[in-house]
């Protein structure tokens, strides 16, 4: 562990988070993609206090996270922890609860039949990202537009089509180039493959959903979910910017801009 000088303050950011900078380019965001659902933060809490301090109320009933995502998506912010929620897969993702032997030697996932043996299953579960293998419990985790947010969160999923995910792509390469890799099984969409795996690779994750999360909250076909972490969100957004007059066609730039002006934005 480093040295700790005690007439230095630890533990704050380096940039300054602004809100207002956030809601203004959420807004743009929406007018340029034709978003339908509202981009949505996840922060993780690791100690009770942080976690009590964030004057957000709890769900009233059992919910799996992806249901608490959804909800997100049309205006709405929850904080939870483990005990209101209904899917074990979140929760064992999010590490607010530990995983089991049976979960992880493949025998639940086998149960499923989704997978022809029970080795097939196990080897699935084992690349399925979770946060019960860091070691380190979450308290409590925060859910809502990302416009709500007063202080970072740690990931940004975004609901998305097919083209609207294809935009989302260039901006996020747009400034460092390279190739961007996905991953996922089509298993705990929400939990592990669009908010987990960006919140520990630091890489954007685009999965198709599963089948639960399909079930549970009742996303469109046409709708896709992109996991991006928070520290590379204003910098793809502005690369979604930056490339719509070479991407987008005459007429759907028509319609982004009286989506703009409709905004008051120009």
């Known amino acids: 562990m480093p040295v700790r000088n005690k007439n230095r303050i630890y533990g704050k950011p380096q940039r300054e988070y602004s809100p207002e900078d956030v809601r203004d380019m959420v807004e743009t965001l929406e007018c340029v993609l034709g978003l339908t659902r509202k981009p949505v933060g996840v922060r993780l809490y690791f100690d009770q206090e942080s976690y009590e301090g964030l004057n957000w109320p709890e769900p009233d009933s059992h919910l799996a996270y992806c249901c608490i995502v959804e ?6 912010n929850f ?26 030697s493949g025998m639940e996932y086998f149960s499923y039949n989704l997978y022809a043996t029970p080795a097939a299953a196990r080897r699935v ?21 990302l416009e709500a947010f007063e202080d970072e969160p740690d990931v940004v999923l975004i609901l998305a089509d097919p083209y609207q995910v294809m935009r989302l792509q260039q901006g996020n390469v747009y400034r460092q180039g390279g190739r961007l890799t996905f991953t996922g099984a089509s298993m705990q969409a929400i939990c592990a493959e669009a908010t987990v795996e960006p919140y520990l690779t630091g890489r954007m994750n685009v999965t198709p959903l599963c089948p639960s999360t399909r079930f549970l909250a009742r996303w469109a076909d046409s709708e896709m979910a992109v996991g991006i972490p928070w520290e590379q ?6 690369g979604v910017l930056a490339t719509l007059d070479t991407t987008d066609s005459p007429d759907r730039k028509k319609e982004i801009q009286a989506r703009l002006e409709a905004r008051g934005k120009s």
């Open 71 to 76: 909800k997100a998506t049309r205006g709405r």
């Open 79 to 104: 904080k939870s922890r483990m005990e209101k929620s209904c899917c074990d897969g979140g929760t064992t993702a999010l590490f607010t609860e530990p995983s089991t032997e049976r979960i992880e």
């Open 125 to 145: 579960r084992e690349g399925v990202p979770g946060l019960y293998r860091t070691g380190a419990p979450t308290w409590g985790i925060a859910v809502g537009p």
């Open 233 to 238: 969100f204003m910098d793809s957004a502005r």
